[in-house]
């Protein structure tokens, strides 16, 4: 009997202290550097996420990702830039970064 109060105990437990924050979506889109094809990638840290989606130097490619994640460099494994809600819809031009 001890053992069934003990995990009913430990489940209520768990599920009444669920984190409760939403992840907003947010889509942005990133310009070339104008030098050589990028491969970039968008996660809650380096290495993870969506990973390796290339932008050549003169294109523009749409992506998404949530607030608080990076856009970061598939190859050097540098962060661009965080994911913010103000970025909606704007354009990152990846010449102000290389």
């Not at 380096?46 to 990702?65: D, L, P």
């Amino acid at each position: 009997m001890k053992n069934y109060f003990l995990i009913f105990l430990a489940s209520a437990f768990s599920i009444s202290f669920k984190p409760t924050t939403e992840t907003k979506t947010i889509s942005f889109n990133v310009r070339g550097n104008g030098k050589t094809n990028v491969s970039l990638g968008v996660g809650y840290q380096v290495g993870s996420g969506a990973c390796c989606r290339g932008v050549s130097k003169e294109s523009t490619v749409g992506f998404q990702g949530n607030v608080g994640d990076v856009l970061y460099d598939s190859n050097t494994k540098r962060v661009i830039t965080k994911v913010y809600a103000e970025m909606e819809g704007k354009t990152i031009d990846l010449r102000q970064y290389y």
